[in-house]
């Protein structure tokens, strides 16, 4: 198993909670992390559909088996059992009695705040962080291969080649919990939707555009966008909320939490293709993007990310609040830092004179240094500088 960075916010919430919660996308490794960090506690998943009957038939019987606690895989698929575990741990408030798991964000976190507001602790396990792939996988990778693998921890425990995988995943995911969560009876509009989104990774939202192109109505394609967000497929990154008296950008920007995944929507199989591909800077921007996604879930905290840009085309790629501060992150995928990537750093700094840090300029070469008053950091880099500059 590869160590993830999650455990100890795991260890904390059930520290001080009775049940805990975590939820991310299919395969991103839920299982595997709460067997691993509670070895102690029996496992039951709600997909086996023999536990699942039992449960439905005699939920007393069932949770009778269960009276020091147990972890519930997939929890959502017994929706009932969120009201009697909230029975269960009133009688008994010790902490760190149940561990619940589930891959599909509206059926768990629906019952979580109806029936156990108070008793739970949430979090969320994503695909691999480039903190949690070891520096020899790093080391043996390119960004492009990095890219086109994507961050699942399938692709990097086993041979399976990445195009295999995600096949099996897309068809996977369509037929369970597409049609489970939307009742989609058109598949190949979706599909369609789903590879309309990967074109768009790392562009404002358009939702109009998108629906016209996919041939459905504005109200489905805002849906299908929800479920496809509430699955962890993909993420809205919001335009900064404050505003210094200048016209803003008020649309938020869609990026594709696995760039593996959006790579092999978009047919790229290899790393010559995407290092040739129009798309690459987006897909590179979108990786570094999931990045401090992933830094701040795993540390427990709220992503609270932003981007900026106004009219006349002054932006920031990525910004965070730092205390009183700002902090501005231009993101380049070459692997040379050139003038005018300096001067981009630069001026994704200039909205805010008075609060703002001093950019980052991350980019896809090796090397992190000072240069003109810019913190260029190499994208294996990423980790190390997170951990030291983001809290």
């Not at 009742?183 to 109009?208: E, K, M, P, T, Y």
């Amino acid at each position: 198993m590869i160590p993830r960075s999650l455990t100890a916010t795991l260890n904390s919430l059930a520290a001080s909670f009775p049940v805990v919660a975590i939820t991310g996308p299919r395969q991103s490794g839920k299982t595997t992390l709460s067997k691993a960090v509670f070895p102690e506690k029996p496992y039951v998943s709600l997909e086996d559909p023999a536990e699942r009957s039992f449960a439905e038939e005699d939920p007393k019987g069932f949770l009778a088996r269960f009276g020091n606690g147990a972890i519930f895989d997939e929890a959502q698929r017994w929706p009932d059992l969120f009201s009697y575990l909230q029975g269960m741990v009133d009688e008994n408030r010790g902490p760190g009695k149940f561990v619940i798991t589930g891959s599909q964000q509206f059926g768990l976190l629906a019952g979580v705040t109806q029936s156990l507001a108070g008793r739970v602790g949430i979090t969320q396990l994503l695909p691999l962080s480039l903190g949690e792939l070891t520096a020899k996988n790093l080391k043996r990778l390119s960004i492009d291969r990095l890219m086109i693998t994507g961050c699942y921890p399938a692709l990097h425990t086993s041979k399976v080649k990445p195009e295999d995988w995600f096949a099996g995943y897309v068809a996977t995911y369509i037929e369970r919990d597409v049609r489970q969560v939307m009742h989609v009876q058109d598949l190949s509009s979706f599909q369609r939707f789903l590879r309309l989104c990967a074109g768009r990774n790392g562009q404002l939202l358009n939702l109009i555009s998108l629906a016209g192109e996919t041939g459905i109505s504005h109200t489905t394609a805002r849906k299908w966008l929800s479920v496809l967000e509430s699955s962890y497929i993909v993420h809205l990154l919001p335009p900064y909320h404050k505003n210094f008296g200048k016209r803003l950008i008020k649309s938020p920007k869609l990026y594709f939490i696995d760039v593996g995944l959006a790579c092999w929507l978009l047919g790229i199989r290899s790393a010559e293709l995407l290092s040739m591909h129009p798309l690459r800077g987006a897909m590179f921007e979108s990786l570094v993007v999931s990045e401090f996604f992933k830094s701040r879930y795993n540390a427990g905290k709220p992503a609270d990310l932003y981007f900026w840009r106004d009219n006349k085309g002054v932006e920031s790629d990525l910004l965070f609040e730092k205390a009183a501060n700002l902090q501005p992150i231009e993101i380049k995928s070459g692997k040379t830092v050139t003038k005018d990537y300096i001067r981009a750093g630069k001026n994704a700094a200039k909205f805010s004179v008075e609060n703002t840090l001093q950019p980052w300029l991350i980019y896809g070469g090796d090397e992190s240094y000072e240069r003109s008053g810019v913190h260029a950091v190499g994208w294996r880099d990423i980790p190390d500088w997170v951990t030291r500059h983001d809290n």
